[in-house]
């Protein structure tokens, strides 16, 4: 059974459960039998990019994803806006101005650091028990609520007559089609994403990506270990603790140890290089935060 993760270079046009679904057929068809396959962090349809799949035992780590940095390129195109804020949606707003090249590195301090943005209607964000983008697309008016977000670091990429294209390292819960929204009516006119795609999610980049025509030859025969990265991978950072046997068998069982000399903070307690448990040390006292069955 393997235990690890894929990282999708997803294309435009499929949506992460169909990415998820994919990596089940291809598994399947290659002899890997039934695998537990997740996502670390939907990405839209119209996106592409890095979208972590996570196999086996790496699926408890799939949540710790939606908690990871992300950095993204997007392209804002200036005068018009839409009612999804990207392509897919109906023109609500449109506006003959166009921002000079000086204009848009002028704002872009304004958009760096912590900053509140309201999500688009069209997100999956719940309103009395029902997704958001449902309502919107019913007609009825939807209202979010402002959110804090950080943007970590802003840059423009490259620019045309009624175009700009930006790359965003940004924190968890970020919209990128509220942030061209927003610069684009602080640089006094409307906009729209017609192009996103996510470079890192965090500690995962474009450089371990695999197309859909690998996954495929996965499907084919060809070894999954030659793209299969280690459940630890995502676990970047975390620093990893040896444990005798005695303790292996006791955090197996998720018992708490006590008199542990080792900094506080999470670590990944292995045992030689097989992942155990990421626990979490505090004042000598260890718990465990997430068991694996290897």
Known sequence: ???????LDKPRGLGSTQAVGAVK????????????????????PLAEGVLPIALGEATKLAGRM????????????????????????????ASEH??????????????TGPIDQVPPAFSALKVDGRRAYALARAGQEVELATRSVTIHALT???????????????SKGTYIRSLARDIALALGTVGHVTFLQRRQA???????????????????????????????????????????PEDVQAVRQGRVLSGQPH????????????????????????????????
């Open 202 to 244: 965090g500690p995962f980049t474009q450089d371990q990506a695999i197309s859909l025509d690998m996954l495929e030859e996965i499907g084919k025969g060809a070894p999954l270990e030659d793209h299969l990265l280690r459940l630890e991978a995502g676990l970047d950072g975390i620093p990893a603790l040896t444990l005798d």
């Open 25 to 44: 057929r291809v598994l399947r068809a290659g002899g890997h039998g039934k695998v537990k396959v997740g996502h670390g962090g939907t990405l839209d």
């Open 98 to 111: 166009r921002p000079s090249v000086a204009e848009v590195k002028a704002v872009l301090p304004r958009f």
């Open 66 to 93: 939606l908690d990871a940095s992300k950095t993204y390129a997007f392209t804002v195109a200036f005068g018009i806006q839409t009612t999804t804020l990207d392509t897919e949606g109906e023109v609500v707003a």
């Open 263 to 294: 900094a506080d903070g999470l670590h990944l307690a292995t045992t030689g290089d097989v992942p155990v448990a990421l626990v979490e040390i505090a004042g000598g006292t260890m718990k465990v935060v997430r068991g694996f069955n290897l």
């Open 156 to 170: 423009l990429l490259d620019t045309g007559a009624d175009h700009a294209t930006l790359l965003a390292h940004v």
């Open 1 to 7: 059974m393997p235990h690890g993760w894929l990282i």
